[in-house]
């Protein structure tokens, strides 16, 4: 059985930085891909980042692009999203995923594994 579990999130003023990271257990063969989410009021669930190892390819949402990087934290199957410049529009609810395949998956969709979620509230 596969768990996915989100640290980190909270409360930050625009322009400031958080980090959340995730870990996932209970760990499946092959490629593992770990991502990022996001929810916010009122509006559907969004690709943010994803990461996938062995290789450490990684992709974003332009939005959060050259903002929020994700990386391999603590060795296989923890990953963090370290998020700067945070904006008010950044304030959602952050789920990580995991699912674990071949090499060519695609990063942005189709995970297996979530997570409860985090909240992340900017204030302007």
């Known amino acids: 059985q596969v768990q996915v579990a989100e640290l980190g999130g909270g409360l930050v003023q625009a322009g400031g930085s958080l980090r959340l990271s995730c870990a996932a257990s209970g760990r499946t063969a092959g490629y593992a891909y770990m991502g990022w989410f996001r929810q916010a009021p009122g509006k559907e669930r969004e690709f943010v980042a994803a990461?996938?190892?062995?290789?450490?390819?990684?992709a974003y949402t332009d939005s959060v692009k050259d903002r929020f990087t994700v990386s391999i934290d603590n060795g296989k199957n923890t990953v963090a999203l370290q998020m700067n410049m945070l904006k008010p529009e950044d304030t959602a609810v952050y789920y990580c995923?995991?699912?674990?395949?071949?090499?060519?998956?695609?990063?942005?969709?189709?995970?297996?594994?979530w997570g409860q979620g985090t909240q992340v509230t900017v204030s302007s």
């Open positions: 995923a995991a699912k674990w395949g071949p090499a060519q998956l695609d990063l942005t969709k189709g995970f297996d594994y």
């Open positions: 990461i996938r190892w062995p290789g450490s390819k990684t």
